[in-house]
Structure formats: structure tokens, C-alpha cells
């Protein structure tokens, strides 16, 4: 488990960090104490996740398109 704070992980890591807790959790040779960390660590990657998913496609969706629907440009989307 990484000690890098989620609000600082790329996607990429978070899903990455998240696929490894769901594993050990699914082996079930965790400590109960142990356990329940990495239950809160995963919660917090999957919700880092589903955010930069849906500011994904947030910037996906802004794509603007012409009269026959080919994109021609893109509607600037400001950064957090």
C-alpha cells in the first residue's frame, strides 16, 4: 500500500493501488485491524476514481461538434 495521498495519485496509480487492496482484502490473510485500513484506503481510491472519470468525461462531453457532427474544436474546461 503506497503512502502517497489519493488527492495526489493519477488515475492510472489510484486504479492500480485499488486493484492491489481489493486482492489482499479478497485473500482474506489480512489482520482485522489491517483490514479495515486498506477497506478505508480502497474506499477512498474509488471514490478518487469515479472523480477523474467523470471529469473526464465532462471534458469529453464539452467537444463541440459541426452541423454533420465532426468535432471542430473544444470548450475550455477549467482546472481544479
Given at each position: 500500500m503506497s503512502d502517497t495521498p489519493v488527492e495526489?495519485?493519477?488515475f492510472e496509480?489510484?486504479?492500480k493501488e485499488l486493484e492491489s487492496v481489493v486482492g489482499m482484502l479478497e485473500a482474506g490473510e489480512v489482520p482485522l485491524e489491517d483490514s479495515v485500513k486498506l477497506y478505508?484506503?480502497?474506499a477512498a481510491l474509488?471514490?478518487?476514481c469515479q472523480k477523474k472519470l467523470a471529469q473526464a468525461e465532462e471534458k469529453v462531453a464539452r467537444i463541440t461538434l459541426d452541423a454533420?457532427?465532426?468535432?471542430?474544436?473544444?470548450?475550455?474546461?477549467d482546472a481544479e
Open positions: 495526489k495519485m493519477s496509480d489510484a486504479m478505508e484506503r480502497g474509488k471514490e478518487h454533420e457532427g465532426r468535432p471542430v474544436g473544444t470548450e475550455r474546461v
